[in-house]
Nanobody
């Protein structure tokens, strides 16, 4: 059974940092691309960062230089280090594993940035 369990969300002041984790199980983690997405109230879910199975990373322009995605294939875990947080980063953050045609989502973790 595939599971993606996010953790590390919370309430932080603007300028602060958080580190999100996503622990995966039930599939071969190393051959999947792992991504972080977010959805703010009233908005569509958007890609934040992705770390492909080949080692490539990509970021949304709004987080480039502030966020860093990493993965530990030995621990089946992907991370999102978020620095210099802004109120507009407030959203539910989701972890996604993808390898065509499969895609799996976690349940999400809330990140709230106060001004």
């Amino acid at each position: 059974q595939v599971q993606l369990v996010e953790s590390g969300g919370g309430l932080v002041q603007a300028g602060g940092s958080l580190r999100l984790s996503c622990a995966a199980s039930g599939f071969i983690f190393s051959i999947y691309s792992m991504g972080w997405y977010r959805q703010a109230p009233g908005k569509q879910r958007e890609l934040v960062a992705i770390f492909t199975s080949g080692g490539t990373t990509n970021y949304a322009g709004s987080v480039k230089g502030r966020f860093a995605i990493s993965r530990d294939n030995a621990k089946n875990t992907v991370y999102l280090q978020m620095n210099s947080l802004k109120p507009e980063d407030t959203a539910v953050y989701y972890c996604k594993a993808s390898r065509a045609p499969d895609a799996y989502w976690g349940q999400g973790t809330q990140v709230t940035v106060s001004s």
